[in-house]
């Protein structure tokens, strides 16, 4: 990584520190937990744009499979519901599943212009008895107490086990969608992948049953302790005292740490992972395909298939990022993802850090989401100093204040354009071969 990066890192975490000492500590710990978050978010991107050239603008739609998984492993069932429709389900997807198996034998049988006919008619009476089956069995489950529940619930099982499967949910989602986009130009690859991402989220919004739609799921189990349980504890009651922090705000900075050293060691895995896959041979082969797609495919390499696993490993790292956003909120809510944003958010890390180098995504990762954060109050408080000058009851004074809530995206985009200027490459740029 060299000086500079460490230099960068210890400035980074510098601003972590000024955070907690001039506002609040509790604040400083919640930004570290998704910066740490984001860090992961940016080394997926990275993955796919910085190894292999992919422009995937659908990230957020994988991040939301990935945060659904917490809803499906770790909340409890909802026996009623599930007595309700559940079986119904089960046998929709059984159908589903049996048709397009049937579909597909059938057209490896059926030879000429009646293949098309067969198969069209195999699909088509599927669906209409999957339906069938399907819609009642949903307002089944959606009639069951639709105020708390109205939906199948979970496995119960332990949260951490949600991140395994975001990842796993993403990565089976990007197969499918790798299938059949990846054969596309890279402008059309972008479009593909947006729409892709609009359609999961419209789903997650509008299935009630699955996800409680726009009603959300909340009280997700923690996999840390609850922060009304540890005010009692004696020796966080002794800290609190011997630091001048209030115990509910010594409970807090407790269980955000808590956060931290599992999103840590989830950061440093993949990092450990991405970084043996980049100087591996299939990195250099992987950098080779980016770089001069025609002359790998002259050199024999299946240019195609190495995109759909590039595709799929950095999908399967935002699916369990998306899980772990999904934890520390506690609740599940599908409206908040907004893909043209949060994807913009997102590739600005990658672009900010240094597309290629999975530390300057980590870096960029922890820099754009610093700022998101913090652009308001920093906003606030310059707009305060430039017009202290000013009457307090004075219009213009008002609307600049006002106007502080703004800067988050004006903030985004001056960042960009310096970096861009300053550091083309990014603050850590992409190594030469020859270094590696």
Not at 237 to 266: H, M, W
Not at 306 to 319: I, N, T, W
Request: with cysteine; glycine share 12%; net charge neutral.
């Amino acid at each position: 990584m060299g000086w500079r990066g460490v230099g960068l890192f210890a400035l980074m975490f510098g601003l972590l520190a000024l955070v907690g000492v001039v506002q609040s500590w509790p604040l400083a710990f919640t930004i570290l937990n998704l910066c740490l978050i984001s860090a992961i978010l940016s080394l997926g991107v990275n993955i796919q744009w910085g190894y292999a050239g992919l422009l995937n603008v659908g990230v957020m739609g994988f991040v939301a499979l990935g945060g659904m998984a917490g809803i499906v492993v770790s909340m409890p069932p909802v026996t009623e519901a599930v007595r309700a429709g559940g079986g119904g389900i089960l046998l929709a997807i059984l159908v589903a599943l049996g048709t397009a198996a049937l579909a597909w034998w059938l057209s490896g049988r059926v030879s000429g212009g009646l293949r098309v006919a067969v198969v069209a008619v195999v699909l088509l009476a599927g669906a209409f008895l999957a339906r069938g089956i399907f819609d009642p069995a949903v307002e089944a489950i959606e009639s069951v107490d639709p105020a708390r529940t109205g939906y199948l619930g979970g496995f119960g099982l332990p949260v951490l086990l949600a991140w395994i499967v975001g990842g796993m949910l993403a990565a089976g989602a990007a197969f499918l969608i790798g299938k059949v986009s990846l054969g596309l130009r890279s402008d059309y690859l972008a479009i593909a992948t947006l729409g892709i991402s609009e359609i999961i989220i419209a789903m997650l919004k509008n299935e009630d049953w699955l996800t409680r739609g726009v009603k959300n799921v909340t009280g997700i189990p923690r996999p840390v302790p609850y922060e009304v349980d540890l005010q009692a504890e004696p020796w966080l009651i002794d800290i609190a005292e011997r630091y001048g922090l209030s115990v509910v705000e010594a409970a807090s900075v407790a269980v955000k740490l808590c956060y931290a050293g599992l999103f840590l060691a989830v950061l440093l895995i993949v990092l450990w992972l991405s970084e043996r896959a980049l100087k591996s041979p299939w990195g250099r082969m992987m950098r080779a395909i980016r770089d001069n797609e025609v002359a790998a495919e002259a050199m024999g390499k299946d240019v195609t298939a190495r995109h759909l696993q590039v595709f799929v490993l950095g999908s399967a790292v935002l699916g369990v990022a998306g899980a772990m956003l999904t934890t520390l909120d506690g609740q599940f809510t599908p409206g908040s993802y907004q893909p043209l944003r949060f994807t913009f958010l997102i590739w600005v890390m990658v672009i900010v850090g240094g597309s290629g180098n999975n530390y300057g995504a980590v870096l960029g990762g922890f820099v754009v989401w610093f700022f998101w954060v913090e652009a308001e109050p920093i906003g606030l408080w310059l707009m305060d100093l430039l017009t202290s000058g000013l009457n307090e009851e004075s219009a213009l004074r008002a609307h600049l204040l006002e106007s502080a809530a703004h800067m988050r995206l004006m903030t985004m985009g001056a960042i960009l354009l310096l970096v861009l200027r300053f550091a083309p490459k990014g603050l850590i740029p992409e190594r030469s071969g020859a270094s590696r």
